[in-house]
Structure formats: C-alpha cells, structure tokens
Nanobody, 124 residues
Framework: QVQLVESGGGSVQAGGSLRLSCVVSRYTPSCMAWFRQAPGLEREGVAGVYTVSGNTYYANSVKGRFTISQDSAKNTAYLQMNSLKLEDTAMYYC???????????????????WGQGTQVTVSS
C-alpha cells in the first residue's frame, strides 16, 4: 500500500520559517509536489519537482520564499518555507505521481497519490 506521510507543520510568527517533509513508501513517483488549501478557498499548487531532472516549479505567491527539494534515495520531498506570511496559513498536502504536469501530479488520476496534510499556521 502506497503511503505519503507529511511532517513539519506547526505554528510560526510572520517572517519565520518552517520545513515540511514528505516520505513516500512503496512507490516511485515521477514528480512530487506540495499543495495547500485554506478554509473557503480552492486547493492550489505551491511547488512541484520532477524527481529525475530536478526541475522545479513554483506558484508566483511563493517564488523567492519557498524551496522544494527531493531526495530520490530516501523517496522524500521537502518544502523549505521562509519569510512566511499570514496568507500562507493553510493545510499543506504532499502529492506524488507518475502523471504530472509542470511538476505537479494530476488530480483524479489513478496511480497518483496524496498525503493527509499538515497544518501550517502563521500568526502576527
């Protein structure tokens, strides 16, 4: 059974940093990504990475502040979040897939998988 386990979420003051991790088990993805969803808003892609090429993609709202990386040997993806803002508050989800677009696993596609999420709360 494929598993994605996220960790690293928590509460932080604006301007602070957090690092999220996502460990994938029993699966070798072509891409891994982080999505987020705030209450009342649609889910949005934050950052994606192709596991072989290492090519990365970012939402405009996080460019220059967030960095996605991955360790293929450990089947783990990371999201380093710096200069956090209030609007970064959301549930963050890891996704891994073999069907990808710009580094993001396509939703609703068999053989793409999602984690349970980890909460990130940024306060003033």
């Amino acid at each position: 059974q494929v598993q994605l386990v996220e960790s690293g979420g928590g509460s932080v003051q604006a301007g602070g940093s957090l690092r999220l991790s996502c460990v994938v088990s029993r699966y070798t993805p072509s891409c891994m990504a982080w999505f987020r969803q705030a209450p009342g808003l649609e889910r949005e892609g934050v950052a994606g990475v192709y596991t072989v090429s290492g090519n990365t993609y970012y939402a405009n709202s996080v460019k220059g502040r967030f960095t996605i990386s991955q360790d293929s040997a450990k089947n783990t993806a990371y999201l380093q979040m710096n200069s956090l803002k209030l609007e970064d508050t959301a549930m963050y989800y890891c996704a891994a897939g073999v069907y990808c677009s710009y580094g993001y696993p396509l939703a609703g596609v068999p053989d793409n998988y999602w984690g349970q999420g980890t909460q990130v709360t940024v306060s003033s």
